[in-house]
């Protein structure tokens, strides 16, 4: 899956900026790793949104553990990999059909908490369980929202391209050829969401993060990680735990 924004949907990260300025490499531009991405994956599936956002998805060479969807609703795109063992509960706490899958359900759960407070992204992943990475964006209000689970068992990358898109790939690979070294792992159990504009812990939100130079040999340009002691993981929705109707 690939997901590409320009610079007014997402500011590019500090860290990331930093790590191409400090060893200039190769990059591409996002067009250009567009179409790599199509011309390399059978069957690839493109959808360009107005100028600044590109999404692009393919069942090719999938893992049947952790399988891709790409569902829109209302606006709202998704593009999801892995699966959550606890979806047969969210659908029921949602108010869901049995045929919800798990890109459905984070559009479904991002949608009802948007427009019931709206509550604070990390509420929307604290009660996932499973393996999971997942890019959303809301046309509707230009909103970006990325996360991974908190094991990392799904991967997901982000860096910038040579025309300053943020680009968002479970393919370190295809990041590196069009990112060079402004390149780095998504870390695992956070998410990004322009709405609150940082990258954030959702187990616990108040925990800092920061990120540190890779060695030359690596892949990456910098090494993000989060600070202090980690939070025990979500049992439940406790603060969700009222039914849901989504119409």
Same mark, same amino acid.
């Given at each position: 899956?690939?997901?590409?924004?320009s610079?007014?949907i997402?500011?590019?990260?500090?860290?990331?900026v930093a790590?191409g300025c $400090?060893?200039?490499?190769p990059?591409?531009?996002?067009?250009?790793?567009?179409k790599r991405?199509?011309?390399?994956?059978?069957?690839? @599936?493109?959808?360009?949104?107005?100028?600044?956002?590109?999404?692009?998805?393919?069942?090719?060479?999938e893992?049947?553990? $952790?399988?891709?969807?790409? &569902?829109?609703?209302?606006?709202?795109?998704?593009?999801?990999?892995?699966?959550?063992?606890?979806?047969?509960?969210? $659908?029921?706490?949602?108010?869901?059909?049995k045929?919800?899958? &798990?890109?459905?359900? @984070?559009?479904?759960a991002?949608?009802?908490? $948007?427009d019931?407070a709206?509550?604070?992204?990390?509420?929307?992943?604290?009660h996932?369980?499973?393996? %999971?990475?997942?890019v959303l964006?809301?046309?509707?209000?230009?909103?970006?929202?990325?996360?991974?689970?908190?094991?990392?068992?799904?991967?997901?990358?982000?860096?910038i391209?040579?025309?300053?898109?943020?680009? %968002?790939?479970?393919?370190?690979g295809?990041?590196?050829?069009a990112?060079?070294?402004?390149?780095?792992?998504?870390?695992?159990?956070?998410?990004?969401?322009?709405?609150?504009?940082?990258l954030?812990?959702?187990?616990?939100?108040?925990?800092?993060?920061t990120?540190e130079?890779?060695?030359?040999?690596?892949?990456?340009?910098?090494?993000?990680k989060?600070e202090?002691?980690?939070?025990?993981?979500?049992t439940?929705?406790?603060?969700?735990?009222?039914?849901m109707?989504?119409?």
């Amino acid at each position: 899956m690939l997901g590409i924004f320009s610079s007014s949907i997402m500011s590019p990260p500090d860290e990331l900026v930093a790590a191409g300025c $400090r060893t200039p490499s190769p990059k591409i531009s996002s067009t250009a790793l567009a179409k790599r991405f199509v011309d390399t994956n059978a069957a690839a @599936i493109s959808v360009q949104i107005g100028d600044h956002v590109h999404l692009a998805f393919t069942h090719h060479n999938e893992s049947p553990l $952790r399988p891709r969807s790409f &569902e829109v609703k209302e606006e709202i795109f998704c593009l999801f990999e892995g699966a959550l063992d606890n979806l047969g509960s969210l $659908r029921n706490q949602y108010g869901l059909p049995k045929s919800t899958n &798990e890109g459905l359900l @984070i559009i479904e759960a991002y949608k009802a908490l $948007r427009d019931r407070a709206p509550y604070p992204a990390n509420h929307v992943v604290s009660h996932l369980s499973g393996s %999971f990475a997942f890019v959303l964006f809301d046309n509707s209000t230009s909103t970006l929202f990325v996360a991974s689970d908190q094991f990392g068992k799904v991967p997901l990358f982000w860096g910038i391209t040579a025309d300053g898109y943020i680009a %968002f790939a479970d393919d370190a690979g295809l990041l590196k050829s069009a990112c060079g070294k402004s390149l780095a792992s998504f870390p695992q159990g956070c998410f990004f969401s322009t709405a609150e504009g940082e990258l954030r812990c959702y187990e616990n939100p108040k925990n800092k993060i920061t990120a540190e130079p890779a060695p030359e040999e690596e892949i990456w340009g910098a090494k993000f990680k989060v600070e202090g002691p980690k939070a025990a993981a979500a049992t439940g929705l406790g603060y969700l735990n009222f039914p849901m109707e989504i119409s």
